[in-house]
């Protein structure tokens, strides 16, 4: 299914970083990314809030956003595998 040893080593080592959250993690990620996603609706609004670059910052290095694009990049180098993504809300 995977070409090459090389994409089947990254997909592997996606696989190992998901699967050593702990529960509490992925729930703490999930939290900031919710967090983070309303401080943009928010600020889509008008409200502005001084934590948002911050909010921002913690979103791009420590998020589930990020293991999913990571994931959505392997698939889309791997023609073998057909897949679809829904688009995020």
Do not use: C, W
């Amino acid at each position: 299914m995977v070409e090459t040893l090389e994409k089947r080593n990254e997909f592997q080592g996606l696989y190992e970083s998901v699967q050593s959250l702990s529960t509490t993690d992925a729930l703490r990620l999930f939290h900031e990314d919710y967090k983070a996603q309303e401080v943009l609706k928010q600020n889509e609004h008008g409200d502005v809030i001084s934590d948002t670059v911050s909010l921002q910052e913690q979103t791009s290095h420590n998020s589930l956003i990020k293991y999913r694009g990571q994931l959505e990049s392997l698939i889309s180098d791997s023609p073998a595998i057909d897949s679809h993504f829904p688009e995020p809300k």
